[in-house]
């Protein structure tokens, strides 16, 4: 029987994986106990690749979600808020330290060879093509970086606006912001030209984003999950699309952004098809 696993990076217990293949009953399936403070993930290849804001970067075999294993780390990492995997690297938003790029082509022996310093704090990463995009704090926005030459990436453009930029997600032609004070877009049509073209305030603090076509899943500290839909000028929230208030053990947060497909970055939850092995997570607008 196919189901349907989370994969969440835990500040207690590490790595967890949950079976939610019903969403109002998460069930727990196993943990790999990581050390340190897990802050995001990424998956590629059956394996799980785990950012640690006290250091290093942790690789998790999870071809059996039911015992998932440690198998690899790069303790040449200080600082991992996030990390994003394509194509055999790893794109890690390494706090002061800026983009770090890895060699993951062998999961268990991961090694820098790239690295490319920010403006300010790297807190969050995505990748498209031949670019990073790196959501920064202080003011900073959101960094694009060339990573054609993985052993020398560049800052290849920067769009700024006031506020602590914390997770970042692309869909389509726009990059979606969380920051404290709500959701920013950008437009990445051309990377090398990004452009501010929407903004709006959230209840709380915006800690984490997910997209899909032209809809925005905000994570925010007070209000819970805030869904916004991208007009082409602006971006609005949608009162209609709210979530439901039941839940099951997890919170309505990840089932809401279970149930659409998505795959946020800082929150620390991805989702995957797997088969279970044996039984055994107001500003001023912006400006370029």
Known sequence: MRTTLAYVADAESGLCVINVADSSNPQYVASCNTPGLPSGLA??????Y???LQGELRVVDVRNPAAPTEVGRCDSITQAHDVAVAGGKAYVANGWTGLRILDVTAPRTP?????????????AVAV??????V???????????????????AVAARVTW???AMDVALSGNQAYVADEWGLHVVDITNPLLP?????????????GVAASGDRA???????????YQFLGSGVQEDPSLRPEPRAGRCRRARRTLAGAGLRPHASGLKLSSRRLGPPGAEAAPGRQ
């Open 128 to 133: 498209r093509d031949s670019y990073a995009y």
């Open 135 to 153: 959501a920064e704090g202080g003011d900073s926005g959101l960094s694009v970086i060339d990573i054609r030459d993985p052993a020398n990436p």
């Open 50 to 52: 785990v950012a640690d």
């Open 162 to 164: 006031r506020g602590n």
């Open 43 to 48: 998956l590629d290849g059956g394996y799980a």
């Open 195 to 207: 452009r501010h073209v929407g903004w709006h305030s959230a209840p709380g603090y915006g800690f």
């Open 111 to 123: 090694r820098v060879i790239g690295h490319c310093l920010t403006a300010n704090c790297a807190r």
């Open 217 to 227: 899943y905000l994570a925010d500290n007070q209000a819970g999950i805030q869904i």
